[in-house]
């Protein structure tokens, strides 16, 4: 099997080519990719498959098919929508500009150029109310945000940096009964930013793309605002983030790092 390793904001990702769709992704197969002594190591994994083998119906001509580290399939990644176009402009099996991406959330328009980075359009955030999140014995309020997949992004003042994000926050399972990603941030500035996140199925990550605009969702609201451009810092990066009345846009790095096969062809 061939494969390309990337990454958005060190947010990294097992890419797999499908053209056929011949390729079953199980569950410990994932797992064993995503692996980071025995396997590749990645956040997760992205087959790029024909739209139009998943669903007749689709106007896009590529599908991200994306899987967490443990092998659960999940709506959408914002990372790793950018870092799969950038894989089809790189290997030719799309132009540079802008183009669709159908995901388990609907199709997302994405653009860029042949370097630099990718800009996708997340669609318009669903605020669904608050919950809370538990870390390290103590209690979270924030803002419950649908991006396809569930967010639950919380403002606090206690420094991100300190908190222990390695196990997984407690959370309201009658609000998330599959699970949430949780998104602790400080304000850092004007329109910033400081997150950290632990996603479901992948544990804490270096990033997270929609929680980067779940983020500035909450941040916004936090600053009685809905619309404006916030830089979220993550411990991969920066990403940026605008809002407006009717959908937002995801802007950041993705870079690809290495290609092989799998397992290795001796």
């Known amino acids: 099997m061939r494969f390309v ?111 630099g980075d990718v800009t996708v359009d997340m669609g318009r955030p669903a605020v669904l ?40 926050p407690g959370h309201d399972h009658a609000t998330y009964p599959e699970g949430v990603n949780v998104e602790l941030l400080n304000i850092a500035g004007d329109h910033a930013v400081t997150m950290r996140v632990h996603e479901r199925g992948s544990g804490e990550t270096r990033s997270c793309g929609t929680g980067a605009v779940a983020t500035a969702v909450a941040a916004a609201r936090n600053a009685g605002e809905t619309t404006g451009v916030w830089a979220v810092h993550v411990p991969g990066g920066t990403l940026t983030v605008t809002l407006d009345e009717e959908t937002s846009y995801l802007s950041g790095p993705a870079v690809l790092v290495a290609s092989g096969d799998y397992p290795p062809v001796l």
């Open 129 to 168: 109310g608050e919950s809370w999140a538990e870390v390290g014995g103590r209690r979270y309020h924030g803002l419950n945000v649908s991006l396809g997949n569930p967010h639950l992004a919380c403002v606090t003042d206690v420094p991100v940096g300190e908190l222990d994000l390695t196990r997984q």
């Open 5 to 115: 390793k990337g990454h958005g904001t060190e947010n990294d990702f097992v890419i797999v080519p499908d053209p056929d769709g011949s390729i079953d992704l199980t569950p410990g197969g994932v797992a064993a990719l995503c692996d980071r002594r025995a396997g590749l190591g990645a956040d997760g994994v992205l087959r790029v498959v024909p739209a139009k083998l998943m669903d007749p119906e689709q106007d896009a001509e590529w599908f991200m098919d994306y899987r967490n580290s443990d092998g659960g399939v999940a709506e959408m990644c914002g990372n790793g929508i950018r870092v799969f176009a950038r894989y089809l402009v790189a290997t030719g099996l799309a132009e540079a500009g802008e183009f669709g991406i159908a995901t388990r959330a609907g199709v997302k328009r994405v653009h860029l150029g042949d370097a």
